[in-house]
């Protein structure tokens, strides 16, 4: 059971949006900043986004983040069949002292 | 370019131990915060442990914790999981990430392509 929640599947049409919840609490998501990373099957995982909304140079403008409270949304547009792939969010927890992650979802292009 | 390499994995029974290496290069070293991650076979993200730029500061994931040691030796660009008393559920895919500069520790930029750990009799 992870400490963040995180649907365990996700599908739209291509050229649409879609959007990505991960949940937390006051200990993690209420208090610190938010990544997300991508992860195609058998790669390593690549950064999206950090501290809630900012994005690493070279990641596409189609996807954004924001957060509220204690949940966390990852937002992509014009979707792609690239863009298949698992999608975890990451962040502090000060209770537990260590890193968190969601148990990620898979989005699915059809 | 950026390059983190993890090597040092491999089949160990249960109880046994392993030290897995991590060799940097393209940034300066010294002056990131270094993360090791894990994924079991066909499941998520795990965090294991991070350590600070000056390896003075590091934490652990409870479930490791007095059973793994996380170090680093910036001299040499390299960091080192010393894994001890290590169980199946130990079984994953390690990843060394690198912690992005004024980013907090849950921001790793740049990703090594990971090392399999078995543990299994």
């Known amino acids: 059971q992870s400490v963040l929640t995180q649907p365990p599947s996700v599908s739209a049409a291509p050229g649409h949006k879609v959007t990505l919840s991960c949940s937390g609490s006051?200990?993690?998501?209420?208090?610190?900043?938010v990544s997300w990373y991508q992860q195609f099957p058998g790669a390593a995982p690549r950064l999206l986004i950090y501290?809630?909304?900012k994005r690493p140079s070279g990641i596409p403008d189609r996807f954004s983040g924001s957060k509220s409270d204690t949940s966390a949304t990852l937002g992509i547009t014009g979707l792609q069949t690239g863009d298949e792939a698992d999608y975890y969010c990451?962040?502090?927890?000060?209770?537990?002292?260590?890193?968190?992650f969601g148990g990620g979802t898979r989005l699915t292009v059809l | 370019e950026v390059q983190l390499v993890e090597s040092g994995g491999g089949l160990v029974k249960p109880g046994g131990s392993l030290r897995l290496s991590c060799a940097a290069s393209?940034?300066?070293?010294?002056?990131?915060?270094m993360n090791w991650v894990r994924q079991a076979p066909g499941k998520g993200l795990e965090w294991v442990s991070s350590?600070?730029?000056?390896?003075?500061?590091?934490h652990y994931a409870a479930a490791v914790k007095g059973r793994f040691t996380f170090s680093r030796d910036n001299a040499k660009n390299s960091l080192y999981l010393q894994m001890n008393s290590l169980r199946p559920e130990d079984t994953a895919v390690y990843y060394c990430?690198?912690?992005?500069?004024?980013?907090?520790?849950?921001?790793?930029?740049?990703w090594g392509l990971g090392t399999l750990v078995t543990v299994s009799s």
């Open positions: 990430a690198r912690v992005c500069l004024a980013c907090g520790v849950a921001s790793s930029d740049y």
């Open positions: 393209g940034f300066t070293f010294r002056s990131h915060s």
């Open positions: 350590i600070s730029s000056s390896g003075d500061f590091i």
């Open positions: 006051s200990s993690n998501i209420g208090n610190n900043f």
């Open positions: 501290e809630n909304n």
């Open positions: 990451g962040t502090w927890d000060s209770s537990l002292n260590g890193v968190v």
